[in-house]
Every structure is written in C-alpha cells, then in structure tokens.
C-alpha cells in the first residue's frame, strides 16, 4: 500500500541477493547515463533488518555499500531487529557495526519489539518531518494512550541500559531460520 501511494517506481530484487542488487542498481545507472534524472531524485534501496516471514538477516553492510557506490539512499524497516539483533538489542546496525546513521530513515513499528502500539521514524530531521508531516497517518492519528506511551518508554530504557535479557542471550547466536524445517532447505 505505501508504495502504490508514493507512486514510486519500483525493482525488486532477489531476497538478500546482493549481485542481483547490484545488477538492477547498475541497470538505473546506465539509464541515468542515456537520460539524466531530475535534480531533485529520491532513490531508496529498502530492507528490513530481520525479516519478519523468514527470520534472515539482511546483509546490511553490503547494502549500504551499494547504496554509497550508486548514490541511493538506504531506508531500514527495524520492526523485528530490534530488540533481538546486536549485542545489546540495539537493532540490525549494531549487529552488522555499521554505523546509524548510514541509512537515511530507520523506521519500524512499536508492537514488535516494544511491546505497545505506534511506529517510530529515525533519521536526518528534514527527512524525518517531512515524512511525518506529509503522511496520511498523521493527518487520521491521535497521540498514543498513557499507558501505552508508558510502555514504550519502559522498553527503550531496556533496550538503552546495555543490560541484555535472557530472551536475547538466549537468541545468540541466532537460531537457524524456521521455515526449513517445514519446506526443506531454501
């Protein structure tokens, strides 16, 4: 639904795929080449950091990489990373050491790994505002109830105190992925 409302022109590529990636980032370049993009162009490579339908990782030192090589932005959807991933839960950049703020928005929703309900937007203030203010989220949202609020604010205290639980040592290193013990190896 969000992309079908940005009207952004969207690739796919393959699931943690980094050539395929490559190839189609490679593929915009030559057309940039033949016909140059307007001076103002958006460009996101988009990955969740762990993915919710299959429990991988996605290799994000190798996006933003590629995202620095092709002058493309990285957005991280950090829902089901946080929490679990990086030493101390602090989502898929600590995991990976790279630094937050490689990826021009992390961003991801509160009932995850949070435990309450809202969604949370991370990155450069201009980039930030403008997505807050231009959604349609926030002209048909109300503030979060108290209790809710509360709980957020308790699991980021958490999360913040570098003190790890023993549901996320019990996690390290990660477990295999759980779909192939139902459909086989992928």
Same mark, same amino acid.
């Given at each position: ?6 009207? /952004?022109?969207?690739?796919?590529? =393959? ?6 990636? $490559? ?23 988009? #990955? ?12 994000? /030192?190798?996006?933003?990489?590629? &995202?620095?090589? *092709?002058? !493309?932005? #990285?957005?991280? $959807? $950090? ?22 703020? /490689?990826? %021009? ?5 509160? %009932? &995850? ?10 990155? $450069? ?6 997505? =807050? ?7 048909? %949202?109300?503030?979060?109830?108290? *209790? ?8 980021? =205290? ?23 013990? !139902? *459909?086989?190896?992928?």
């Amino acid at each position: 639904t969000g992309l079908d409302l940005s009207r /952004a022109f969207v690739k796919e590529f =393959r699931h943690n795929d980094m050539a395929d990636l $490559e190839r189609i980032l490679r593929v915009v370049a030559e057309a940039d080449e033949r016909e140059p993009p307007k001076i103002l162009n958006r460009r996101f490579i988009v #990955v969740e950091g762990l993915y919710q339908n299959t429990g991988l990782i996605a290799p994000l /030192a190798q996006v933003v990489e590629l &995202a620095e090589r *092709f002058k !493309f932005r #990285v957005m991280l $959807e $950090e829902s089901m990373s946080m929490g679990t991933l990086g030493v101390t839960g602090h989502g898929a950049c600590e995991h990976h050491g790279v630094s937050v703020s /490689a990826p %021009s928005i992390i961003c991801g929703t509160m %009932s &995850a790994s949070l435990a309450t309900v809202g969604g949370f937007c991370l990155g $450069e203030p201009s980039v930030v505002n403008h997505q =807050r203010l231009s959604s349609t989220a926030y002209c048909f %949202s109300a503030s979060l109830p108290p *209790f809710n609020a509360t709980a957020g604010i308790v699991a980021l =205290r958490l999360l913040r105190s570098g003190t790890r639980c023993a549901l996320i040592q019990s996690l390290t290193p990660p477990p295999p992925p759980f779909h192939p013990l !139902f *459909f086989g190896s992928p």
